[in-house]
């Protein structure tokens, strides 16, 4: 009975160092990939943190102040881009090319940022 229950309780621990995670994931579908937008405006957020970091920014839009959110890649990919955690601060102008989210909420998912000292980052 005791080998039995070694038995089981090792192929248990086995079975379950052996299952990868189930990884969940949000689908892109919210954002309109037929269409770029560029605005310019200035970083009151960063959030460099998986699973996307974010930017914010405010951008003028017809005399009102309206806080984009820009949905950027993870952070290995942000860092093969050159972006880091001190990349983008408060009060900094960038200009952003994006493709906008498809309920017309401003925000979008990022093609390339111009920094504010004027780096490209895509």
């Known amino acids: ?15 379950l160092g052996t ?3 189930a990884l969940s994931h949000h689908s892109h579908a919210m954002f309109d990939h037929t269409q770029f937008v560029n605005i310019s ?3 009151t957020n960063f ?3 998986n699973p996307h970091a974010g930017l ?5 839009q017809n005399g009102k102040k309206v806080n984009y959110w820009i949905e950027m890649s993870n952070l290995p990919n942000m860092i093969q881009r050159g ?8 009060g900094d102008k960038v200009t952003v090319k994006l493709h906008p989210l498809k309920d017309g909420r401003p925000g979008g998912n990022y093609v390339s940022i111009v920094g504010a000292d004027g780096k490209t980052y895509d």
């Open 1 to 15: 009975m005791k080998t039995l229950k070694w038995t089981s309780l090792l192929a248990g621990a086995i079975a």
């Open 19 to 21: 299952v990868s995670p």
């Open 41 to 43: 405006g200035t970083v």
């Open 47 to 49: 959030d460099y943190r």
């Open 56 to 60: 914010y920014i405010d951008v003028n």
């Open 83 to 90: 972006i880091g955690a001190a990349t983008f601060k408060q």
